[in-house]
């Protein structure tokens, strides 16, 4: 009976309850006692395991004077039954599948306050894959804070993977912060600035002063706050897709520079 054990253990039932079922088809009406020796196994454990089966409507039990008999339902109606809880389950495969369509939809929110958070986010973009692409909205005054932060070298080692990755930057800049960059970026970190793969888009300070800057990668909305050492990440697509579009649509109405890292003396 090892093979119908095995199927048994298949549909959710014990090892014990497989071999008490066993048995008891062995012995077609039989006591607990009987049934638990032809299963080899003790009465009290039989017992317990029976009177689950029993419960389960696999068993049923018949008074025969002060005699309590125990009955295994046939296999054709086990079948019946195996086979009406497989068609009870399919009818929740909608409601199971519409649980994980939320969970999924539930956004994941991190909130870092310190100098990690940033770290963690250009790590995270550093290990886009070659020929990535993420993007980024950014004005002077985030700008400023954002090198301030990271200092010469961390930039530099930022600089250096994203240039190494052939990772293409999309950014929304504004025309102060090009300006900018061009007067303060040290010699070796601009050299490096002019080798990446850029798509610039520009506009007037006064219509994008946001004063930190906004980083979209991976499905993920991360809101940088350099001044106050503040990250919040947010990886939510639905998400992501509203403020992409908001992206390209304010990317598409900047002018476009061809050339923005033309070193102002």
């Known amino acids: 009976m090892q093979n119908l054990n095995d199927i048994l253990k298949n549909f959710a039932f014990s090892e014990a309850e497989a071999e008490l079922y066993a048995a008891a088809l062995k012995l077609n009406k039989a006591t607990v006692s009987q049934i638990a020796q032809k299963a080899g196994m003790g009465r009290t454990v039989a ?3 029976i009177k689950n089966l029993i419960e ?4 049923r039990d ?3 004077g002060r005699q309590i008999l125990i009955i295994p339902i046939p296999p054709a109606e086990l079948a019946e ?3 009406k809880k497989v068609g009870d389950f399919k009818t929740l495969i909608p409601q199971m599948e519409a649980l994980d369509t939320i969970e999924k939809e539930i956004p994941q929110i991190e909130i870092q306050e310190s100098y990690a958070g940033f770290d963690k986010i250009y790590d995270e973009i550093c290990h886009l894959p070659v020929g990535g692409l993420f993007k980024v909205i950014e004005d002077m005054k985030g700008g400023e804070a954002e090198m301030h932060m990271m ?3 961390n930039f530099n080692t930022f600089l250096t993977q994203i240039y190494e990755k052939k990772i293409l930057t999309r950014a929304i800049f504004t025309e102060e912060l090009v300006a900018q960059i061009n007067r303060a970026i040290n010699k070796e970190n601009y050299s490096i600035v002019q080798k990446r793969m850029w798509d ?4 007037p300070e006064e219509k ?3 004063k930190n800057l906004i980083l979209l990668y991976n499905d993920k909305v991360s809101f940088l706050f350099p001044e106050i050492s503040l990250t919040i990440t947010i ?3 639905t998400l992501f897709g509203i403020i992409n579009t908001l992206f390209e649509t304010i990317f598409g109405l900047a002018h476009k520079i061809d050339n923005p890292w033309g070193k102002i003396k």
């Open 235 to 237: 990886k939510h697509k």
């Open 200 to 203: 610039i888009h520009v506009l």
């Open 81 to 83: 039954l195996l086979q």
């Open 151 to 153: 200092g010469d070298k």
């Open 208 to 210: 994008l002063s946001i």
């Open 62 to 64: 018949l008074k025969r």
């Open 56 to 59: 389960k409507k696999i068993f």
């Open 47 to 49: 017992y317990f395991h």
